[in-house]
């Protein structure tokens, strides 16, 4: 099926590790997103891309990176994981820009 | 920067007609869009604004005022399965707000 695949669903960090979340669409989307959702919260933009190449920070870039080498990919970066990362990340992509988003199913982090 | 401001929570009926206001500040305006998110699920996209006035699909509805920087999203004959939250985003950045949680009642 055609959508933004996220992997993995569910990990277990321990503090100081480092791990990278996957995002991969297959629209041809230029448009991607990362989002942190805290329990009872809304969505907090990470990171954001453009296009292959071109990417940009969010209200809340700290402690992550991202790269875009591919139109598909979008991988986020965690460096020295710590408990306040602990969230659920959901990536999204569009054609549009101003709307129509796609959003993954979302990873679950714990930090412990 | 950019803020929404929306209400935390709205309960409704079955079969009644519900509205979640949202009011927004930003220096630029490239239109406002709603999203579904049933506990904590992947958000789903369910209507955009980009001009005054009100787009219709189906059972929902949104609305827009940018002289007010104002909107609203509008839910007819309510069903037990429109419980759930529902964020306005204010287009570009695709900045969320806080979200609205909907119980809709027997």
């Known amino acids: 099926n055609a959508g933004v695949t996220q992997t993995p669903k569910f990990r277990i960090l321990k503090i100081g590790q480092s791990m990278t979340l996957q995002c991969t669409q297959d629209m041809n989307h230029n448009y991607m997103y990362w989002y942190r959702q805290d329990p009872g919260m809304g969505l907090k933009l990470i990171y954001y891309?453009?296009?292959?190449?071109?990417?940009d920070k969010g209200e809340v870039p700290n402690g992550y990176n991202v790269s875009r080498s591919t139109t598909e990919d979008f991988p986020l970066r965690l460096e020295l994981a710590a408990p306040s990362q602990t969230s659920v990340y959901f990536c999204?992509?569009?054609?549009?820009?101003?709307?129509?988003?796609?959003f993954g199913s979302g990873t679950r982090l714990t930090v412990v | 920067g950019q803020s929404l401001e929306q209400p935390s929570e709205v309960t409704a009926v079955e079969g009644a007609i519900v509205q979640i206001n949202c009011t927004y500040q930003t220096s630029g305006f490239y239109g406002l869009s709603w999203y579904q998110q049933h506990d904590g699920g992947a958000p789903t996209f369910l209507s955009y604004n980009a001009l005054d006035g009100l787009e219709e699909t189906g059972r929902f509805s949104s609305f827009l005022s940018r002289s007010d920087s104002y909107g609203y999203l509008l839910l007819q004959e309510l069903q037990m399965k429109d419980s759930a939250s529902y964020f306005c985003a204010l287009g570009g950045k695709l900045i969320f707000g806080q979200g609205t949680e909907l119980s809709v009642k027997p």
């Open positions: 999204a992509s569009s054609s549009q820009g101003a709307y129509g988003y796609t």
């Open positions: 891309s453009v296009g292959a190449g071109i990417t």
